[in-house]
Nanobody, 124 residues
């Protein structure tokens, strides 16, 4: 069972950038597809980004396309979410998720493991 730990969240101003990291305890990190989801107060959990095991496939939610970039470094057992041009509506708890599948995309039910989340707050 892989353990996931998000970091990098914080309070930032609109228009700035932030990079989230998700460190995995698995020794076979390259065998996991990864995803990012977020949940704002009063809203359902929303898909943000996904990446395949080998970083060959990436997908983004419509609200973040063009602003966010997901990447991974399998040698470091870490997946990243680079967030640029942040908006107040990006404020949410961001969760890292993993699955043994090659690629899971937007389907939350396919992700077997979840981190505790990290808070991102964007002020206007």
């Amino acid at each position: 069972q892989v353990q996931l730990a998000e970091s990098g969240g914080g309070l930032v101003q609109a228009g700035t950038s932030l990079r989230l990291s998700c460190a995995a305890s698995a020794r076979t990190f390259s065998n996991f597809a990864m995803g990012w989801f977020r949940q704002a107060p009063g809203k359902e959990r929303e898909f943000v980004a996904a990446v395949s095991q080998n970083d060959a496939y990436r997908r983004y939610g419509d609200s973040v396309k063009g602003r966010f970039t997901v990447s991974r470094d399998n040698a470091k057992n870490t997946v990243y979410l680079q967030m640029n041009s942040l908006k107040p509506e990006d404020t949410a708890v961001y969760y890292c998720a993993a699955t043994e599948r090659y690629y899971a995309g937007t389907v939350q039910g396919l992700y077997n493991y979840w981190g505790q989340g990290t808070q991102v707050t964007v002020s206007s």
